[in-house]
Nanobody, 120 residues
Framework: QVQLVESGGGLVQAGGSLPLSCAASGSILSMIHMGWYRQAPGKQRELVARVTIGGSTTYADSVKGRFTISRDNAKNTVSLQMNSLKPEDTAVYYC??????????????WGQGTQVTVSS
C-alpha cells in the first residue's frame, strides 16, 4: 500500500503560478504511472498530467505548455508546476499512483486532494 499526500494548493490570481507536490509513503518505483487529476464541481475527474517510470509525459490539451509534471523516484515525490493559471483550472487536484500486475491489471492509489482556486 502506498499513501499519497498532496500539498501546495491554494488561491491564486489568473496568470499566476502554483506548484503542487505529492509525497508517497513508500517507494514509487513500482508505480508505472504517477499523475495528477482534477475534478471541478459538477464535472468528472479528468487527467491533467501523467509521467511514467521512464519519464514519458502526457498532458491534457487544456494544460499543454502551461503545466509541467515531474517525478523524483529517489524522494518518492511527484510535482506539478502550474503556470499561466486560468479560472477554468479551478478544481480539486488529486495525486494518483498506478501500478500494473503481471496480468496487466491496474491498481490505483489516490491522495486526499488539494483545492486550487484561480480568481479572475
Amino acid at each position: 500500500q502506498v499513501q499519497l499526500v498532496e500539498s501546495g494548493g491554494g488561491l491564486v490570481q489568473a496568470g499566476g503560478s502554483l506548484p503542487l507536490s505529492c509525497a508517497a509513503s513508500g517507494s514509487i518505483l513500482s508505480m508505472i504511472h504517477m499523475g495528477w487529476y482534477r475534478q471541478a464541481p459538477g464535472k468528472q475527474r479528468e487527467l491533467v498530467a501523467r509521467v511514467t517510470i521512464g519519464g514519458s509525459t502526457t498532458y491534457a490539451d487544456s494544460v499543454k505548455g502551461r503545466f509541467t509534471i515531474s517525478r523524483d523516484n529517489a524522494k518518492n515525490t511527484v510535482s506539478l508546476q502550474m503556470n499561466s493559471l486560468k479560472p477554468e483550472d479551478t478544481a480539486v487536484y488529486y495525486c494518483n499512483a498506478r501500478k500494473f500486475s503481471f496480468a496487466g491489471t491496474a491498481s490505483d492509489y489516490w491522495g486526499q486532494g488539494t483545492q486550487v482556486t484561480v480568481s479572475s
